[in-house]
């Protein structure tokens, strides 16, 4: 016989952003329903619920879990960024939340990941999301094309010095784009590669 399978709870943190009473919370749920907390990359999960202490643990956050497999906009990873990092040059956390805030959940031909760092060092990864940003002295470098996954690729850098009140618009075309020419179970990247870098600039409008 089968092994029910235990489904992990992500709870859903825009910009990585979570309360010490959410963090209570969590460890309260995972205790009492005999299960364990992983962080693993940016997202916290609580491990080894069975499927009806799962359901009540779900009621009891709210619903406020994310698909682990959605073919969609996943939650945005962001740096820690203004005021906290003192390398900081752009407010990672301010655009961040923004991106999370209009594009989380967007359905779209395959996964996509957003990475927005407030400097060039790139904490939050900007190189391998598909949809990279950095903070430089007068806006940001957008990276695009970039995974960490089963063929992983860097991102290739597409404009540079883009305010941050330009950068929804921009990343909202770059989704246009994706979801009108990617094919199914295709990354981004593999969408740019396949129909070339100088046509998807031209789409989203960059030199
Ligand atoms: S990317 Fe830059 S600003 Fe963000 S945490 Fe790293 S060093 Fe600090």
């Known amino acids: 016989m089968s092994r029910p399978t235990n489904v992990p709870l992500a709870p859903r943190l825009p910009a990585g952003l979570a309360t010490p009473a959410l963090l209570r ?11 364990s907390i992983k962080i693993s990359g940016n997202t916290i999960l609580i491990l080894g619920l069975n499927p009806e ?26 740096c820690a960024g203004k005021p906290h990092c003192p390398r900081a040059v752009q407010d990672s956390t301010a655009l961040g939340l923004a991106l999370d805030n209009k594009f989380y959940g967007t359905e779209l031909p395959g996964k996509l990941r957003m990475g927005v760092s407030g400097c060039p ?16 002295a007068h806006g940001y470098t957008l ?16 404009a540079q010095k883009i305010p941050p009140e330009a ?27 396949r129909l070339g870098f100088e046509d998807f600039a031209a789409y989203i409008g960059v030199d």
Do not use: M, W
């Not at 359901?55 to 939650?75: H, I, T, W, Y």
């Not at 060092?121 to 430089?136: H, M, P, Q, R």
């Open 167 to 193: 950068v929804l618009p921009c990343v909202n075309k770059i989704l246009d784009y994706y979801r009108t020419y990617g094919h199914a179970g295709e990354r981004l990247g593999q969408t740019v590669s």
């Open 143 to 158: 990276v695009v094309g970039g995974n960490s996954g089963r063929q992983a690729q860097p991102g290739r850098i597409v």
């Open 53 to 78: 202490n799962r359901a009540q643990a779900l009621a009891e956050l709210g619903g406020n879990s994310q698909s682990l497999s959605a073919k969609a906009v996943r939650g945005v990873a962001v």
């Open 121 to 136: 060092n790139c904490c939050a990864e900007s190189f391998v999301k598909d949809i990279g940003l950095y903070g430089v």
């Open 25 to 35: 919370q969590l460890a309260a749920i995972a205790e009492k329903y005999d299960g």
